[in-house]
């Protein structure tokens, strides 16, 4: 079983709000990534970062931000939610190729 | 880029048969992928690896095989359970970096 927590697990929020999604893992590893997964779809990367102070942007646009200021800690922002953001999204950490999920936050914009 | 995709959306089996599933990439510089379980409100779960440079390797009741002529790995899950009942992903390491490229996944449903 992996060690990696996601926060909240469900969230329900209005339209233009600030929301932050936190994810966190306690194997020491320096890679993290964030995706985004519609119901029965496949994952898409929208963010990663190769360690401390490294982030990069994914293969999906998004127009959420995240932050990479300890190596177990890896929050995804959103500035102003729009429905359009309704999605899961799931965090991941490894060390090599092998992705260790989260159980995602179901994330709703109303 | 990469395009990783699954030949069949769904599949149905009966508990105690054994299940293919498949998947198409399209980079023949992937070299390596990694099989995904991920069953409904959780994330995805390891399964099983394989790099390049071998065709075949065999967990506990799962079995990967590759072809990098036809870019075509597939999935084998031997005496199905109802537990193994899930959504099935493939995954692409692309290039030199450690991104994964996912596919869309399978729906494998075990019928007692």
């Known amino acids: 079983e992996a060690d990696i927590y996601q926060t909240p697990r469900y969230l329900v929020i209005g339209t233009g709000k600030k929301i932050t999604l936190e994810c966190s893992q306690t194997?020491?590893?320096?890679?993290m990534y964030w995706y985004q997964q519609d119901p029965g779809m496949e994952l898409h990367l929208i963010h990663y970062s190769y360690g401390v102070n490294s982030t990069e942007k994914g293969d999906l646009s998004s127009e959420s931000t995240v932050s990479r200021i300890r190596t177990e800690h890896f929050p995804l922002t959103l500035e102003s939610a729009r429905p359009s953001h309704t999605s899961q999204y799931l965090c991941a950490s490894s060390r090599g190729y092998e992705q260790y999920f989260g159980p995602g936050t179901r994330l709703t914009v109303t | 880029g990469e395009s990783v995709g699954l030949h069949l959306p769904t599949l149905s089996v009966q508990e105690g048969d054994n299940s293919i599933i498949n998947c198409a990439y399209s980079?023949?510089?992937?070299?390596?992928f990694i099989w995904y379980k991920q069953e409904s409100g959780k994330g995805p779960q390891f399964i099983i690896d394989i790099r390049s440079n071998m065709d075949k390797r065999q967990g506990q009741r799962v079995t990967v095989l590759l072809n990098k002529t036809v870019k075509h790995l597939s999935l084998q899950i031997a005496a199905t359970q109802p537990g193994d009942s899930a959504v099935y992903f493939c995954a692409a390491r692309e290039g030199s970096n450690y991104k994964l490229t996912f596919g869309k996944g399978t729906l494998l449903t075990v019928n007692p």
């Open positions: 980079n023949s510089a992937s070299d390596y």
């Open positions: 194997m020491g590893h320096d890679k």
